[in-house]
């Protein structure tokens, strides 16, 4: 069984002991302990069942490469799945529990699977599941779904928070082993502004288990030297419990410090997601051991040799009594001396290789443990842990020699620097025979803004995997190497997707050459460790079956992220309130107290209706439609753009920008104008109002304004750079208010201070004054055919004239009105609006708007798109009205159909509505819409198709319902 | 994430304070234009791999249009400049011909 | 008629720094370009020099900032709007340029305490430790344009009125 040592332990702190629980499971750990060390002392060697045979698993590994040892962290608003043991820290009170079983982890229905792992094979659902076709939706996704997917999803809001932050630095160092640290001191000591990341809560690395000594000095020594120098300098900043997951375009790193994953609930952020720009990086990133592929190489208490010596030396846990060592290279000696010097047994020492002579296997030898070249494992025995290992010759094909009684087996097959963060920015690598294992090749970096190299790699990441450079490391894939099909039916290669030796082969049978494809057919490397330790072993296998080498089949492409970040992080502070600015007007607060119901527009939040109780949202809107049209209505007109142009240019420069002329307009009066893009389809409108001779202030639509002026901007700065003119965007200096209804002009002079007569302020015209002691400007324009006044005011007295207003119109019957009621009125006058009758291929034309379209102008924005032939024809679909024959409501999006049927058996189509609504004035629906030929065809009966299918009849019409002449307005 | 210097105000600029503008030195070609020019102008855009040359808004701070020369392979800028020329300036094509000596600039064989 | 009121009417947080609103205050978008009367004309309103390339000038509750080439930020208090407008129409006059009051179009924010730089930092993709003082820059704070610049024991932020409180429910759970 696994154990705590009664000594040692350089992480863990005696004398703060924790208890936390596993599957409910009551058991005690230290303070430093990671949880998979402190489910190791506890004997807890099974902690999860694997993805698709549901095969019994056990910790692997001891940092973010480990595929197996996942589990559910926490509870409740707290719980977090596929949360990896091995770098989790243990606090106090922690819950978590094994994931992927049902109904336990010691006994498991889906570990059928297992036993019919044969009918299993790599591809099985996309060769399995296809006939018969809707077996698909009803019978074998349910069930796949429900057997699939690795941890719990949590059901309640995040109780945490969390932050991002942006940092800068000339060099970012990211891993704080010997060579980061050394890089990191360099840097600084040229004066470099240096940010060193470590995922680590401690800075060193692997040196501390497996150096002695650092440039001469006891490697503790060095080390709290080395740290106290960094941490003592200005220009450096230390970072641990921080992964550099991303490396993308011109230096820009991303990085995930978990703050408080240890300290749940202690106020702090939980991970804040660090920005981070650096003039170079430097990749110190280390190495990762490889597994060796024998039968029964996943049974639980086979865990990397590194591994286990990281357990025995930091975290003082015995894996059991008896380890058996396998390996093809000398740094698995460690493990077996540390073991030792434990006072823990090794049987023996396997060695692939035909000789082992380096200092450490001589070590091994003189301390008495047991040593064996050219030896493989046949077969792990066991079930839910290891009980021993068969013994062979690593050249043959797995007769078994010997068997060995054992309780653990550490092995190595060698380390793959780990090039992640080279490789994320299109940093090359090249194959390395010493090593076996690919590099990064210094002659093919990725490219900074500069064209200098990104990033620089250090250390074992280089492929420098000792203190002292490379060690020779040679290739072995298979063990034995002739191993038959049973063996290799039970050697797992990627652990969390399950996929075994015989998979990658079946795939190179069946033609899949690209490792890409490869990946994707088998889910090699597509698990959440994203191959960390399978991803070799896999190519190897790959490239062994296709008769080729592992260069010439190259590796997948590495992507962000390095390890799994938590949604919570990417979005930092953008949740609740603040998940995205809402524009509010300055009127806002009065709305919201009025009980407006709110829609988005753009950014901004504007009022739909204003709903009494007891009404739905619909009688509100025709309550306000008739009020305003019988009385008067009040509408929050604020978020209108307003964009002055000034200059001696400015009425050549608006030419150009509306169809309509806006030259000539007279001081004081007001135009309607229409905007248009280069291909000459309607883009905006709004009304221009001539302030002084070399001054004009144009209305935009309220979504409108920033493009609207960004698209001026674009013209000045870009094609007439010449032209003297200047824009400015005022729209958020001003409320506006449109007060509107037979009973607008008899507010304006109760709230009185000027003029507002027929005479003085006839329509289209505008004049600045007093109203109620407040400085406005107001323009006689109207949208809805009523009497109508929009009166801007400076928004910091916005609240207070919108209340002056309210107050002053309680005896006129004044009530506000939202979006939906102008949306009706302005329909029930055939007043088109942008994004309802235009969609970004509808001309003015179209929509017979050609009186505001100059003939006599040689240029405007959009007037050569306009003249494009397709645009001419007759057959285009034109705006009209449509009056249903039973007054129904045409439903939103319904098209008019035609005659006969498409290549797909759908009805053939004419045209389709645009705007619909039901007129609380004619008290029945009314529509517009674009129909084909539309003009010509005023009197016939179309079809419109209905969301409950069939159709609903109606007569065409011009699109002026409600007040032909204009008399409302014009009073 | 890129990092262009805006020419005007000097900030290098990260990528989300920018707008995209796509290719640079578009001729217009209003009224009297061929339908084959203006569907030039309107349609037939660049898109090497390689040296080529784009507009960019400094959106979220002076509001200025600029234009930036680089490499859309491996990301080299090369140079900014203002908007309000028709070709790039003789540096910026040095500065290309430097870094990439197989580069030669098209436009003059631009209708 | 009313007092002037704010976007926030002077809202006020404290986290690890001090937030709050400041304000109404009087601003003047100012463009033009390369006139020989602009030193004069903002001298007579704000009574600093033209600011260079990204620099704010300050001067008591007065402060003249560089916004772009052709554009300038003139801060001054909010009853003296008027009377600036039409002394920069009498210096300026027959000049192309262009003035408007977007007094009432801003919210504008302090950032106070030792700890003022890492609230923006959380928000804003700006080295400040290399921001200059009396430098101004035009960023976003999280996902709206703000400009901001160092003074006195903090900085003073910029935005659109109507992200007004947007902008302070950021600064102020970023100062948690």
Redo the contacts between chains.
């Keep these: 069984m696994s154990t705590r040592l009664a000594k040692g332990g350089r992480l863990i702190d005696r004398t703060a002991p924790v208890e936390f629980t596993f599957n409910g499971k009551r058991l005690k750990g230290f303070q430093g302990d990671t949880l998979a060390a402190g489910l190791l002392a506890n004997d807890q060697v099974m902690v999860g069942r694997s993805f698709k045979y549901h095969r019994p698993r056990g910790i692997v590994a001891s940092g973010p490469e480990e595929p197996n040892a996942l589990v559910n962290l926490g509870l409740g608003a707290r719980l977090e799945p596929n949360q990896r043991t091995t770098t989790t820290e243990l606090f106090d009170g922690l819950d978590s529990t094994s994931q992927n079983h049902w109904p336990s982890l010691e006994f498991d229905v889906g570990v059928v699977n297992n036993y019919v792992a044969r009918f299993l094979p790599a591809g099985f659902y996309y060769k399995t599941f296809i006939h018969p076709r809707p077996f698909w939706k009803h019978v074998f996704e349910p069930i796949i779904r429900r057997s699939a997917g690795l941890g719990k999803a949590p059901t309640e809001g995040d109780a945490d928070r969390y932050e991002q932050a942006y940092a800068f630095c000339d060099v970012l160092v990211i891993g704080a082993g010997v060579a980061g640290l050394k890089a990191a001191k360099a840097a600084a000591d040229k004066g470099q502004r240096v940010i060193l990341l470590e995922q680590a809560p401690t800075l060193g690395g692997r040196a501390p288990v497996d150096q002695t000594e650092v440039d001469g000095q006891p490697v503790e020594a060095w080390l709290s030297a080395m740290e106290s120098d960094l941490a003592a300098r200005d220009n450096v900043t230390i970072r641990t419990r921080t992964c550099g997951f991303g490396v993308y375009d011109h230096g820009y790193v991303l990085a995930d410090e978990r703050v408080a994953d240890h300290t749940p609930g202690d106020g702090r952020p939980k991970h804040r997601l660090w920005r981070i720009r650096a003039g170079r990086i430097v990749s110190a990133t280390g190495a990762i051991e490889r597994p060796l592929s024998f039968a029964g190489n996943d049974i639980p208490g086979v865990m990397l040799a590194g591994a286990m010596r990281d357990y025995v030396v930091n975290y003082a846990v015995s894996p059991g009594d008896r380890t058996v060592v396998v390996t093809n290279n000398d740094s698995a000696y460690q493990t077996a001396l540390a073991l030792k010097a434990a006072g823990l047994d090794v049987p023996a020492i396997l060695d692939a290789r035909d000789q082992a002579t380096g200092p450490l296997p001589e070590a091994a030898r003189a301390a008495g443990i047991r040593v064996l070249t050219g030896k493989a494992i046949a077969k792990v025995k066991g079930a839910k842990r290891v009980t021993g290992v068969t013994v062979c010759a690593q050249a043959g094909e797995g007769a078994v020699q010997e068997e060995i009684p054992c309780e653990a087996v550490a092995m190595s097959g060698g380390w793959s620097p780990v090039v992640h963060l080279w490789s994320h920015c299109g940093g090359k690598l090249l194959w390395d025979d010493t090593i076996s294992a690919f590099v990064p090749d210094p002659a093919r970096p990725p490219l900074n803004h500069d064209g200098s190299a990104m990033v620089e790699v250090v250390g074992a990441a280089s492929g420098d995997l000792t203190l002292d450079g490379k060690p020779t490391i040679p290739p072995v894939w298979v063990m034995p190497q002739g191993a038959p099909i049973a063996y290799r039916n039970k050697m797992w290669l990627d652990y969390q997707n399950d996929v075994k030796v015989s998979d990658v082969q079946l795939a190179a049978r069946e033609g899949y050459l690209s490792v890409e494809h490869t990946k994707r057919y088998t889910t090699l490397g597509m698990a959440t460790d994203q191959g960390k330790l399978s991803n070799i072993n896999g190519l190897a296998i790959l490239a062994d079956a296709q008769g080729s080498q592992i260069p010439q089949v190259g590796t997948t492409t590495f992507r962000p992220p390095y390890t799994p970040v938590t949604i919570g992080a990417l979005a930092g502070e953008s949740r609740g309130e603040i998940f995205q600015p809402l524009r509010r007007t300055p009127m806002h607060e009065a709305h919201e107290a009025a009980g407006a119901y709110f829609e988005p527009v753009g950014l901004w939040r504007r009022p739909y209706c204003y709903p009494r109780a007891g009404e739905t949202h619909e009688q509100a809107v025709h309550r306000e439609v008739t009020n305003t049209r019988t009385n008067l209505g009040l509408l929050d007109a604020s978020t209108l753009g307003k964009i002055i142009v000034k200059g001696p240019d400015a009425g050549r420069f608006l030419d150009m920008l509306y169809t309509g002329v806006m030259s000539t307009l007279p001081v004081g009066k007001c135009r309607y104008g229409l905007m248009c893009n280069e291909q000459g389809f309607l883009s905006d409108d709004g009304v221009v109002a001539r302030i002084d001779e070399d001054t004009w202030l144009c209305h935009t639509t309220s979504g409108g304004a920033d493009r609207i002026h960004a698209w001026m901007e674009d013209w000045l700065q870009c094609e007439w750079w010449d032209w003297k003119v200047y824009t400015a965007n005022v729209t958020e200096q001003y409320a506006q208010v449109a007060v509107v209804g037979p009973n607008a002009r008899k507010l304006l002079q109760v709230l009185g201070g000027m003029d507002v007569s027929k005479e003085t302020l006839p329509f289209m015209q505008w004049a600045d004054g007093t109203l109620a002691g407040f400085p406005v400007r107001v323009y006689r324009i109207s949208f809805s055919g009523e009497l109508s006044y929009e009166i801007a005011v400076p928004a910091s007295h916005g609240a207070a004239f919108w209340a002056a207003c309210q107050e002053a119109g309680k005896a006129l019957g004044a009530m506000p009105y939202g979006t939906e009621c102008l949306h009706v009125m302005r329909a029930e006058k055939g007043f088109i609006m942008i994004g309802d009758e235009t969609d970004g291929t509808v001309i003015p034309q179209d929509l017979g708007l050609d009186w505001a379209i100059s003939k006599k102008k040689a240029d405007f924005l959009g007037k050569r798109g306009q003249e494009r032939t397709y645009l001419a024809n007759p057959d285009r679909w034109k705006l009209m009205g449509f009056e249903t024959l039973d007054g129904s409501v045409v439903p939103d999006g319904a098209y008019i159909v035609a005659e006969g049927v498409n290549a797909n058996g759908q009805r053939n189509t004419q045209g389709r509505v645009t705007s619909t609504y039901y007129s609380p004035t004619l008290k029945r629906g009314i529509a517009m819409g674009l129909l084909k030929q539309g003009p010509a065809r005023v009197g016939e009966v179309v079809e419109f198709n209905t969301v409950a299918g069939g159709t609903v009849k109606a007569k065409v019409r011009d699109t002026v319902f409600f007040d032909k002449d204009g008399e409302k307005q014009n009073v | ?3 262009l210097e805006c020419p ?4 290098k600029a ?1 990528e ?2 920018l ?1 995209p ?1 796509y290719e640079a030195h578009l001729k ?6 061929s ?1 084959e020019e ?1 569907e030039a ?2 349609f037939a855009r660049k898109n090497p791999k390689g040296v080529h040359f784009e ?1 960019w ?1 400094h ?7 600029f234009l930036a020369a680089r490499c859309t392979a ?4 090369f140079g900014t400049y203002p ?2 020329v028709s070709e790039p300036p003789a540096d910026i094509i040095a500065k290309i011909q430097a ?1 990439r000596p197989d580069w030669r600039p098209d436009w003059k064989d631009m209708k | 008629m009313s007092d002037p009121v704010s976007a926030l009417n002077g809202a006020s947080a404290q986290g690890f720094a001090a937030i709050r609103e400041v304000g109404p205050l009087g601003m003047i978008t100012l463009r033009a370009k390369g006139l020989k009367s602009l030193d004069k004309a903002i001298k007579a309103v704000t009574g600093t020099k033209l600011p260079a390339q990204r620099r704010i000038e300050v001067n008591g509750d007065r402060a003249c900032g560089w916004m772009s080439p052709d554009e300038y930020l003139l801060i001054l208090p909010y009853a003296d709007v008027s009377a600036a407008l039409a002394s920069l129409a009498k210096s300026l006059a027959g000049e192309h340029y262009l003035a408007v009051d977007v007094s009432d179009a801003r919210a504008v924010f302090r950032v106070e305490g030792d700890r003022a730089a890492e609230v923006l930092a959380k928000l804003v993709p700006v080295d400040f430790d290399r921001l200059e003082p009396g430098e101004l820059r035009r960023s976003r704070t999280a996902q709206v344009a703000a400009a901001m610049w160092k003074q006195d024991q903090g900085f003073t932020l910029v935005c659109f009125r109507s992200v007004a409180r947007y902008v302070f429910d950021l600064l102020a759970n970023a100062s948690r």
Aim: aromatic fraction near 16%.
């Design positions: 994430m890129l990092i005007y105000c000097g900030v990260e989300t304070e707008s503008g217009r070609f209003g009224p009297g234009s339908p203006f102008y309107m507009r808004r959106t979220y701070g002076c509001g200025k249009w491996t990301l080299e800028v908007a309000q870094r």
